[in-house]
């Protein structure tokens, strides 16, 4: 079936998919999929058993790796399903209750375990509450209205089977959740999100990624911690619930950490687990390419002294912080850094684009055109670039005035825009009325096309030029080189051609499109 994925549409296709899910209540991912199910309205066909992945799990004593390990995977949920509203507790709760409940309820009654199941999930990962506490859970059976069910219905649940096949079946490899489908395909673990509704609706696990379906990159600012304390871990999931964290066990972790998930917002760094001077220097070098500053670290030391402050900051530290660590005092730290951070990337996103036009600015092609000139020459990819020059707009504005000459621009940068397909390609202003498009791996036959479109488009949006001699309408001249880069030379070659072609264009009465020929 195709792409269904709203509420409802399962049956009005006729499709009655069946599923067995293995899930536990403080797993992040089975909280997900229950979500998941909900929203397409699947409740009613699961067979869902819920079990124990940590049955000595205790919301007491929930130490630094239980903790580590709870915020690496909501971490990850985040990645895979960013659009899932979700809360970090500080607590892996025992479930031995909760799920004993919810199995009873849902023996007696499927569609009242399907709702208190929901609540219990949403209890923990939205409200933080410690749902291993009995009276936490008689309030929601109160909640929703449901009768606890008698020992005779608990004594009868199979309980005991569903954790020991868990357990024990080398399909499931301990994954959670585990979702088995009528057609006998099975789904170990949380996919990404696109991948996770296609078995949802077909029932079979999806072989090739679907265009588009890889994690999204996150809003949220990040957090890359290194340590083996629970409290700053603690604090930090308490104080700053909406920045997401994720915990490196030792340095090596740290680099791959930034290496595979992006370089984050922000390093804390317990001093002790550091290990050498090289690991030290190491975000010296790391800068952020987007950014091109280093990647401030906040050290955390047992150590309150000057000396331990004073070695700190000789490191490379952007702030210093001894324990024993005050909640707010951290929040406070951690926000300034953070802070800092986000008007950097702001600052950083203005200072390329062109005040008028919206699109990228000079400064930002100038960069691009080094940074794909110098790609090109490795890959030996050819790089091909559009001069773009609206035709007599000194006589727009002398008809229209100054400020319809402005608005014209702006109309001419989106249209331009919208003619561009590849994700590489760059558009920028050039000066006054004058445009460039870069566009990288095309060669002059592929240039000349997207020449073509956006001249024509130009001209389709019928952006009226009375005092023009060449059409009633705005229209551009454009010139198009296209060359294979090569270390020896400049790559301001690739714009001196374009800008000879572009002349060429004014020169054979504009509105057209011309192409840099070596005998030009
Ligand atoms: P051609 O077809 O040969 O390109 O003729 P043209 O009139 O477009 O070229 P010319 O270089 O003679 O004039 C460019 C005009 O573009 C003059 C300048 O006032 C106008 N211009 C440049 N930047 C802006 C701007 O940001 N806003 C407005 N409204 N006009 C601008
Ligand atoms: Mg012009």
Known sequence: ?????????????????????????????????????????????VDFRCIQQFPSASSDATDFDTLARLVGEVAELRR????????LPVFRPNTAAAAELANAVSAVDPAQGSRLRRRIF???WIDGEDISR?????????????????????????????????????????????????????????????????????????????????????????????????DCLRMLIEQLPEVQIEVAADFPGLVAAAVNNG?????LANM???GGV???????????????????????????????????????????????????VLRARVNTHLRARRTQQQLKKIARIDALTSVSNRREFDLRLISEWGRGARSEHSLALLMIDVDLFKQYNDHYGHLRGD???????????????????????????????????????????????????????????????????????????AMQPIYEKSCTLLVEQADVALYQAKQDGRNCVRLFAADD
């Open 134 to 230: 009995p009276e936490l859970l008689q309030s929601l059976l109160d909640d929703l209205d449901i009768e606890a069910p008698g020992k005779g219905a608990r004594r009868a649940l199979k309980c005991g089977d569903w954790q020991r096949e868990w357990e024990e079946s080398p399909e499931f490899g301990h994954g959670m959740p585990i979702v088995i489908s009528d057609v006998g395909e099975t789904l170990v673990g949380l996919p990404l999100e696109s991948e996770l509704d296609v078995f949802l609706e077909s029932g079979s696990v999806v072989s090739e990624r679907t265009p588009g379906g890889g994690p999204r990159p996150s809003e949220r600012q990040r957090i890359l911690l290194l340590d083996d304390g629970v």
């Open 122 to 124: 949403r209890a923990l």
């Open 1 to 45: 079936m195709g792409n269904a994925s709203r509420a409802g549409e399962q049956v009005e296709d006729g499709v009655n998919r069946q599923f067995t899910i293995f899930a536990d209540f403080n797993c992040p991912f089975s909280f997900a999929l229950n979500e998941r199910l909900h929203a397409m309205d699947l409740d009613a066909r």
């Open 272 to 274: 002790s687990l550091l």
């Open 407 to 481: 608005d014209c621009l702006v109309k001419v940068a989106q249209v331009l825009s919208g003619c561009l397909q590849r994700a590489g390609d760059l558009i920028a202003r050039y000066g006054g009325e004058e445009f460039v498009v870069l566009l990288p791996g095309v060669e002059l036959e592929g240039a000349m096309r997207v020449a073509e479109a956006c001249r024509a488009a130009v001209f389709e949006a019928r952006l009226v030029h009375d005092s023009s001699t060449v059409s009633p309408y705005v229209t551009v001249s454009v010139g198009v080189a």
């Open 263 to 267: 370089v984050p917002d922000l390093v």
């Open 278 to 328: 090289d690991n030290v220097d190491w975000w010296r070098d790391s800068s952020d390419s987007e950014l091109d500053v280093a990647l401030p670290v906040i050290f955390l030391s047992d150590d309150a002294s000057t000396e331990a402050e004073v070695a700190a900051f000789d490191a490379g530290a952007a702030d210093f912080l001894a324990r024993p660590l005050h909640p707010k």
């Open 80 to 87: 895979k399903l960013p659009s899932m509203p979700i809360n």
